[in-house]
């Protein structure tokens, strides 16, 4: 039977050309808006690290003074360096690392002029605990970390650009003017968002040169980030980032392997601040905090608020497209009002003829569907010529193609349901007379 | 014209008459709402700064502070800026607004607060009132005895404190309501937290960022610091001599140090329309849903005409027979079709608010005014006209003799 719809379906098609012409367009406009939206609401809001999200956590603290304190607040978003380097020597977790954004200049040994880069300053753990793929070499160890040694680990581009893309390891680097020994170049790598600091662009590369956290302060290389200072930060020569400045500015994640290990590390975290407390470092009640990965992107609405808005404009359009078919398919199917009464003479019965019609209006959503596939590439494409960081990132991937077929029949078999309701209450003896 | 036989072949089609209803009360919602949010960002980017936008060019420099003295490096390159044609003010700051960097601190008006009075951008930097065209409404500029030196003020166990501050006219009648700001004393930047004199008031200067939200927008203070060495220009010229002079002065920073890198360079307002992209996007993106949503609505209504025009052809033919002229039958038409838009419209304007609502409650956005309400419905009338004239023209072509063909 199903071939059979298929059939009378083509057939009308052929012969009300302009009505399903109207309604074909309609669904595609409807449908590339939609599937456009929704693609860049999908490569914005995933998983940056799918594989290890859920073991991955960012501990919050909150050393700030009273003055300016809301009782149920948010602790603060980032850690001070002493709050940090304790947790680090800690060692609670089953790996952790401290890790701040940064902006050197780099030039490779005999080149050309220097040029800047974006750099992480950070901690031995930081490219096992986030699986970083390493194209040659490998990350720097403990020993490195506590001796300020002058290595890097720097990306993929970067070695491309200064040695040529091959491999790069022993190498001399020039950071700043300091010689830095290359130990290990990553492979493609591009967590989106960049979850692990969402102080500077969310969604952009990663960063050109890692280089170990102590050794990065002792050269005072440059920063990049949040600063945020509740006291004086003149009495140390290093200023607002030194050890004991009353300034948060610092990242820390931890890795937990299970679930007793999340619950007693938020023990660990209360039990530290309680410390402090005591010790007269925090004047805040305690207010600690464990997020994981998909629950810190959330709480700093990492989706910008515009893309949701498109979303939801985009969705908005999809109805007023899905309420105007409705209108046309009804035009289409009651103009059929003798042929209807045709084959309820011959013996269709009601559901017959509903089900025909919503075949009828499934088949006009496919091809709604190829059309509005082909208006989704140009809408994305449109996306991609936009200068936003993530646009490159943008593309319709197999689920996307899959899910717009979906939206297209769905779409359109519902609004296919009142006019094809409306169809299996024609009365047959009424058509046949008014021949 | 009687409304009444209108009516009652509206109630025999109830089906269709809804349809029409429901498919112009959404195209009037979303429509009211697309045009507010279009609105609203243009307003957005047309805030005034307070600055002479057209006038002023900002360069980031890197490599700037490394040596010895990086304070009279920076001297050197603002007296050779200075000397360029065409340069009437340079200023080493620490950002222009726009830029990507925030500098903000909490203010207090006095010494005993617990919760801040607001938070404000700060701008640091020699002279910023003319690089920048400020307007002073109140009070003076800063003078040579005001400033005090970057490098001088940032080092271990310094005594130079910040005596004087320029504030804005919005942050001095928030924190000083109904009086005049001059000679009061706020809280801020001095490490000893001894206080700030307020000098001078201008008219505006935008904060650097979002920060704040709004409401805040309009809160910034200037400190009186000298040879700031964070490696960030801002010039002031003739709107016309932008290029020329922008040229120059890349060449002087660049030839002064051959570790020096430009990151940036711009016109101000290059800087502004950058900042503003997004805003742009959406309003563009919303201009165009609405011209897409508008047509797939008059289509629609055309499509479900036609065939209601064509299911009808028997009454047309009564009334033709019975002394309706042409006319009568396209009015007929006409006005059934507005009868349909007016419900659409009345029903639409609640939707409108509905969405608007939804719309405050997720995102940064206003109650709908009432203006915004005639112009949808405006619109939705006019379209619903422009769709039923082809399908109305046609039921006139209809002939009497249709009714007295079989029954």
């Not at chain 1, 304190?69 to 948010?74: F, H, I, K, L």
């Not at chain 1, 880069?117 to 990350?139: E, L, S």
Request: include cysteine.
């Amino acid at each position: 039977m199903f071939r059979y719809y298929l059939s009378l379906a083509l057939r009308s098609f052929r012969r009300n050309k302009p009505l399903v012409g109207l309604m074909i367009l309609a669904i595609s406009l409807g449908i590339g808006g939609s599937m456009t939206a929704l693609t860049i609401f999908t490569v914005l809001s995933g998983d940056p690290i799918p594989q290890k999200s859920d073991r991955l956590f960012y501990p919050q603290l909150d050393p700030r003074p009273m003055n300016g304190y809301v009782p149920g607040g948010d602790p603060e978003d980032q850690m001070t360096r002493f709050d940090v380097e304790m947790l680090l020597r800690d060692r609670r977790g089953d790996r952790q690392a401290i890790m701040v954004g940064g902006s050197v200049s780099v030039e490779s040994k005999g080149g050309d002029r220097p040029f800047i880069v974006t750099a992480r300053y950070t901690t031995a753990d930081f490219f096992a605990m986030f699986n970083t793929p390493f194209r040659h070499g490998a990350g720097w160890a403990i020993d490195d970390d506590e001796g300020r040694a002058q290595v890097a680990v720097i990306s993929k581009t970067l070695n491309d650009k200064l040695f040529g893309g091959g491999n790069s390891v022993g190498k001399t680097l020039l950071v700043s003017d300091q010689s830095f020994r290359v130990l290990g170049v990553l492979d493609e790598w591009r967590p989106l968002p960049k979850f692990y600091d969402l102080t500077n662009d969310r969604f952009s590369e990663v960063e050109q040169v890692f280089i170990p956290f102590w050794t990065s302060q002792s050269l005072t290389l440059g920063i990049k980030g949040n600063m945020s200072c509740w006291g004086d930060v003149r009495s140390d020569p290093e200023g607002s980032r030194a050890v004991n400045a009353p300034c948060s500015w610092l990242q820390y994640w931890v890795e937990l392997d299970s679930l007793e290990k999340v619950e007693s590390y938020k023990q660990y975290l209360t039990s530290y601040s309680e410390q402090q407390h005591r010790a007269g470092r925090f004047e805040r009640p305690t207010n600690v905090r464990l997020n994981g990965v998909m629950e810190w992107l959330d709480r700093k609405g990492v989706v910008p608020s515009d893309v949701r808005l498109q979303l939801w404009v985009a969705f908005g359009f999809l109805l007023v497209c899905l309420l105007n078919t409705v209108g046309l398919l009804m035009a289409t199917f009651m103009r059929r009002s003798s042929e209807i009464g045709v084959r309820r003479a011959l013996g269709a019965s009601r559901g017959a003829i509903f089900t025909q019609f919503l075949i009828e209006a499934g088949a006009i959503g496919l091809i709604g569907g190829f059309a509005g596939l082909i208006l989704a590439q140009f809408g994305v494409w449109i996306v991609r010529q936009q200068a936003d960081s993530y646009a490159s990132e943008v593309h319709l991937g197999a689920s996307m193609l899959l899910t717009t077929f979906l939206l297209a029949i769905s779409v359109s078999v519902i609004a296919g349901l009142l006019p094809a309701w409306r169809a299996m209450q024609v009365s047959p003896s009424l058509q046949l007379k008014m021949q | 014209m009687e409304i009444y036989p209108i009516l009652a072949s509206l109630k025999r089609n109830k089906i269709q008459a809804l349809l029409i209803v429901l498919e112009i009360a959404l195209g009037c919602a979303i429509v009211s709402n697309a045009v507010f949010m279009i609105g609203q960002r243009m307003e957005r980017m047309n805030r005034p700064t307070g600055m002479a936008n057209e006038e002023i060019i900002r360069i980031n420099v890197g490599g700037l502070a490394e040596g010895s003295n990086p304070g009279s490096v920076v001297r050197q390159d603002l007296a050779n800026l200075r000397s360029i044609p065409g340069v009437k003010a340079a200023t080493s700051l620490n950002h222009v607004p726009m830029d990507g960097a925030s500098w903000d601190s909490s203010i207090n008006i006095s010494n005993d607060q617990t919760t801040p009075s607001l938070s404000a951008g700060v701008y640091l930097g020699e002279d910023i009132v003319n690089t920048l065209g400020l307007n002073i409404a109140e009070g003076r500029n800063f003078i040579a005895e005001d400033y005090v030196d970057w490098e001088g003020f940032n080092a271990q166990a310094t005594d130079l404190r910040i005596s004087s501050v320029i504030i804005t006219r919005e942050m001095a009648q928030r924190l000083f309501p109904g009086e005049s700001a001059i000679g009061k004393q706020i809280y801020s930047w001095n490490p000893d937290n001894s206080p700030h004199r307020v000098v001078g008031v201008v008219e505006r200067l935008i904060r650097p960022n979002d920060n704040g939200g709004s409401s805040a927008v309009g809160y910034s203070m200037l400190l009186p610091m000298k040879d700031v060495t964070m490696g960030r220009f801002a010039l002031r010229t003739d709107p016309g001599r932008r290029k020329e002079v922008e040229q120059a002065a890349i060449a002087l920073l660049e030839s002064a140090s051959s570790r020096r890198i430009i990151l940036q360079h711009a016109s101000f307002s290059d800087v502004m329309r950058d900042y503003y992209r997004k805003d742009r996007s959406m309003a563009w993106l919303l201009g165009v849903l609405m011209i897409l949503l508008l047509t797939v609505t008059s289509l629609g209504i055309f499509g479900l005409v036609s065939f209601w025009v064509s299911q009808r052809t028997k009454q047309i033919g009564i009334r033709r027979a019975l002394g309706a002229t042409r006319m009568q039958v396209l009015r007929y038409f006409q006005l059934e079709n507005f009868i349909l838009a007016t419900f659409g419209i009345v029903v639409g304007m609640i939707g409108a608010y509905g969405i608007n609502l939804l719309l405050m409650n997720h995102y940064e956005l206003e109650r709908l005014p009432m203006l915004y309400l005639p112009f949808g419905a405006i619109t939705l009338w006019i379209i619903g006209q422009l769709a039923v004239y082809s399908p109305a023209r046609r039921a006139t072509l209809v002939s009497p003799a249709v009714a007295t063909q079989s029954i």
